[in-house]
């Protein structure tokens, strides 16, 4: 049996650690949802991106090509997520937020409503953007310990 033949039905796939977690195709764009993840009936997540146990969309939000949402994390209304964005276990983003394709958003990270994080950008850990968040020369996360 293939992912594409189980639409609409819970998918069980092994993660590296060995453990084994319940997946669900969303109806609109066929992305990968976690089964104790919450995505509203308006949102359309691609079908190449993951959104992990927990995690909460908002209506209208659009989740692009590659993504991937790590547990916990909120996602307000009228949200778009370009391609290839990774956002961080237990972050939040605010109704209205633009994330630009190649975004990195670090762990806990709160980008609040109307914020632009541009492409390419990274946010480290448990950083605050209130407004533009332009792309850094730096490639690291600036991670903290």
Avoid: K
């Amino acid at each position: 049996m293939t992912v594409d033949d189980v639409q609409g039905r819970t998918v069980p796939i092994e993660g590296a650690d060995g453990e084994v977690r319940l997946y669900r195709r969303h109806r609109n764009g066929g992305g990968l949802v976690d089964t104790t993840a919450t995505v509203a009936d308006g949102a359309a997540v691609h079908e190449s991106a993951y959104v992990e146990a927990d995690a909460v969309l908002g209506d209208a939000t659009r989740v692009g090509a590659g993504c991937w949402i790590e547990s916990g994390v909120t996602i307000g209304d009228d949200v778009t997520i370009g391609q290839n964005v990774h956002l961080g276990s237990g972050s939040r983003v605010g109704d209205g937020a633009r994330i630009g394709a190649n975004a990195r958003i670090g762990a806990g990270v709160v980008v609040a409503a109307g914020a632009r994080v541009a492409v390419d950008a990274r946010v480290a850990d448990r950083d605050v953007v209130l407004g533009d968040r332009r792309r850094s020369s730096s490639t690291d996360f600036g991670t903290a310990a």
